[in-house]
């Protein structure tokens, strides 16, 4: 699960162009009734949906057969020393990935794990 702080927060569409993938998003942000609700998409090229990620959304996917592409349009450029990584098995967020035998980056598996004392987001406009 990724996003990027201020000042490179940004807004995101996402596209998968070949294959399938399951997308999340979690709001992040501080002030909202939804603050560590998750949402799940099914995107595939087959059903040609996008979804859009505002501005204190983390986003991240898996996967769902070989050879997948998926299409992001960005608001802000990547600045890696900006982005933030959260645990996708954070416990608290509880996101039922639907492939078990999966491959973890380092990142993702080094990230923060969100937990009860997770202050959130105040998104700058």
Not at 53 to 73: D, I, W
Not at 94 to 105: E, G
Not at 113 to 121: E, P, R, S, V
Request: glycine fraction near 4%.
């Amino acid at each position: 699960m990724h996003y990027q702080n201020y000042p490179y927060t940004e807004d995101k569409i996402i596209t998968c162009i070949r294959g399938s993938i399951f997308d999340v998003v979690v709001d992040l942000r501080k002030n909202s009734s939804d603050f560590l609700k998750i949402k799940t998409f099914f995107l595939s090229s087959i059903n040609k949906e996008s979804i859009f990620v505002p501005k204190g959304f983390a986003h991240g996917f898996q996967t769902l057969e070989k050879n997948c592409e998926v299409l992001y349009f960005n608001t802000k450029e990547y600045k890696f020393k900006f982005q933030v990584n959260i645990n996708p098995f954070s416990k608290l967020l509880n996101i039922k990935w639907p492939v078990r035998n999966y491959i973890l980056s380092d990142q993702d598996n080094n990230g923060i794990h969100i937990t009860k004392n997770y202050q959130g987001l105040i998104i700058k406009k």
